[in-house]
């Protein structure tokens, strides 16, 4: 298969909310109806750059009735035959419009200071983007630039000001020109980073439409995250996730980076059980050989210990550890159940017995 250059904005987004431990279901294209999203707390749309008109209005219907969206860059510019468009379908639910990628920045050249162009990644592009979304399409979407989130950023936190403290951070990847609509606000902003003093362009929007939130990146962090990974990135997409949601998640799990966890409902014979699995995937051989031809096999293991899960909204009768059949404590805090697995070694399945009425 070829490399797809906007697969690194669905790979980055996935990290991000992976290591933030956020529960998530794939959507696929063909989910993209009313009755599918209803059961949805929030959509993410990484560069989601074609989208039909059918699929447009079910997206706009859900973020109307109460749905929270997260969307970067090109989402909806093109059409299902991924044909562009003047400007985004969804420009009314994004609150911008679309004004054309930044340009790029040209370097010197080694020998004679001539100007010369990044280099381009679309060559490997699939031959239906290539068609419309050529060399020239990634090329103008390289950059750097010096990235800002004010204090009173909605999407500001005490772990982001931790990571950047009040100072602009560096963002290398795509960056649109955009037009803000009435009603839109300002979450971050960029300047170019030979050029700090330039005016800024939005980098990250949010705004209410109807009942729902919407966050829009019209600079690629998803796309960043997943290429060299600045920590600041994963944060600002976790905090816009969240924010989104307008709620909390309903399962919420504490632990390291190193730990991945995946909830599940599960109905048989008339009971209902919560599952959540965590996986352990520190490898003490630190990957030392080839992946491709590692054997998969521990010999030892790093657990890792006291791992909290909130769980909200739920009346759990019973919680249980699996493999291990270790029973575990509830302590309800008001309308939220709290359970501390002690020790994880590799893989273990936390087996939520709930109330009938859940």
């Not at 797809?4 to 998530?24: D, K, Q, S």
């Not at 696929?28 to 699929?55: H, T």
């Not at 004679?112 to 592009?125: C, E, F, K, N, R």
């Not at 995946?262 to 014979?269: H, L, N, P």
Request: with cysteine; glycine share 6%; charged share 20%.
């Amino acid at each position: 298969m070829r490399k797809v250059g906007y697969l690194a904005h669905v790979f980055g987004t996935y990290r991000a909310i992976l290591e933030e431990h956020l529960p998530v279901t794939v959507t696929c294209d063909w989910n993209l109806n009313a009755a599918d999203l209803a059961g949805q707390k929030v959509l993410i749309l990484p560069n989601a750059a074609s989208l039909s008109d059918a699929q447009a209005a079910a997206i706009r219907e859900f973020v109307k009735n109460g749905g929270g969206l997260v969307a970067s860059l090109d989402t909806s510019l093109c059409d299902e035959f991924g044909d562009s468009r003047p400007d985004f379908a969804l420009a009314d639910v994004l609150g911008v419009h679309h004004s054309g990628p930044t340009k790029p920045e040209n370097k010197p050249g080694k020998a004679d200071g001539a100007a010369q162009p990044a280099t381009a990644t679309g060559s490997d592009l699939d031959i239906n983007f290539a068609r419309n979304l050529d060399d020239d399409y990634w090329l103008k979407r390289k950059n750097v630039f010096a990235l800002r989130v004010p204090t009173d950023s909605v999407l500001s936190s005490d772990k982001l000001r931790e990571l950047v403290g009040r100072d602009s951070v560096t963002f290398k990847g795509p960056l649109l020109s955009t037009r803000i609509s009435e009603g839109t606000s300002l979450a971050a902003q960029a300047a170019p980073h030979t050029t700090p003093d330039a005016a800024p362009t939005p980098a990250i929007v949010t705004r209410q439409f109807g009942k729902g939130r919407v966050v829009y990146f019209a600079a690629g962090l998803d796309h960043a995250y997943y290429s060299y990974a600045y920590p600041y990135q994963r944060v600002l997409l976790a905090n816009a996730i969240r924010w989104a949601a307008n709620s909390t998640p309903p399962v919420e799990v504490e632990a390291p980076r190193c730990v991945q966890s995946t909830v599940f409902r599960q109905e048989k014979d008339g009971q209902t059980k919560l599952l959540v699995h965590l996986y352990n995937d520190v490898n003490t051989t630190a990957f030392h050989g080839l992946p491709n031809e590692d054997v998969p096999l521990r010999e030892e293991t790093l657990p890792i210990h006291d791992i909290r899960l909130s769980l909200h909204g739920y009346t759990i009768q019973r919680a249980t550890q699996q493999p291990e059949s270790r029973p575990l404590s509830l302590v309800v805090e008001g309308s939220s159940t709290v359970i501390t697995v002690p020790r994880l070694e590799v893989h273990s399945v936390i087996v939520l017995d709930l109330a009938s009425s859940d």
